[in-house]
């Protein structure tokens, strides 16, 4: 997840006219709707997380996904930089 005024500007190329752009805005609060109306297990990551600390992300995206396979999350954490 992003914070919607980064993600809006970046869409827009830095422009803070959006006359014209409405499926922008539209697309960006049907995703934040569909997620707060799911039922299941939810978790928000945010972007920002990743970029900062890959391997922490990662290792946080596994547990939660509950891949059973920790060969697969060493990998990935062996080789970060690579991916």
């Known amino acids: 997840m ?3 005024r980064e993600v809006l500007l970046r869409n827009h190329e830095y422009r803070m006219s959006y006359s014209g752009c409405d499926d922008s805005f539209e697309d960006y609060f ?3 709707d569909y997620f707060l109306n799911f039922n299941g297990e939810k978790k928000i990551f945010f972007y920002e997380d990743m ?3 890959k391997k922490s992300f990662m290792y946080e995206l ?3 996904l509950g891949n059973g396979k920790k060969s697969k999350l060493d990998y990935i954490i062996n080789n970060i930089e690579l991916l």
């Open 51 to 53: 970029i900062q600390d």
């Open 30 to 32: 049907s995703h934040i």
């Open 62 to 64: 596994y547990i939660f």
């Open 2 to 4: 992003r914070n919607p």
